[in-house]
Nanobody, 138 residues
Framework: QEKLVESGGGLVQPGGRLRLSCAAS????????IGWFRQAPGKEREGVVC????????YIEDSVKGRFTISRDNAKNTVTLHMSNLKPEDTAVYYC???????????????????????????????WGQGTQVTVSS
């Protein structure tokens, strides 16, 4: 059974850091495009950061650019969301999700564009974790 489990959420002060981990069982994450999404109370779920299967392309939402990054550890079959300079508006439940990813692209620019389009489609992701709460508050 394919399963994703997030961990690392918690309460942090504004300006602080957190590292969220997404661990997989039943699927090899390095064969999937992995996205981190978040959902704040009363708001729709939104994509935050996304990385393709090979790890050579990432998509980062403008609201978190310069503060959030993503990394893979294929040996541990995990993907980590690194968050810094956290703001109260980052408060949400954070989810990781796996999808088959966009079709192969002939060049880097096209690959990035395809990833951008793919990662903005929540329906493109088939396997989801249960979510982990991140609260940014003083």
């Amino acid at each position: 059974q394919e399963k994703l489990v997030e961990s690392g959420g918690g309460l942090v002060q504004p300006g602080g850091r957190l590292r969220l981990s997404c661990a997989a069982s039943g699927l090899a994450l390095n064969s999937y495009t992995i996205g981190w999404f978040r959902q704040a109370p009363g708001k729709e779920r939104e994509g935050v950061v996304c990385v393709n299967d090979s790890g050579n392309s990432t998509y980062i939402e403008d609201s978190v650019k310069g503060r959030f990054t993503i990394s893979r550890d294929n040996a541990k079959n995990t993907v980590t969301l690194h968050m810094s300079n956290l703001k109260p508006e980052d408060t949400a439940v954070y989810y990781c999700a796996a999808g088959a990813g966009p079709s192969v692209a002939p060049d880097r620019i096209t690959r990035l564009l395809k990833l951008w389009v793919y990662c903005r489609g929540i329906g493109n992701f088939d396997t989801w974790g249960q979510g982990t709460q991140v609260t940014v508050s003083s």
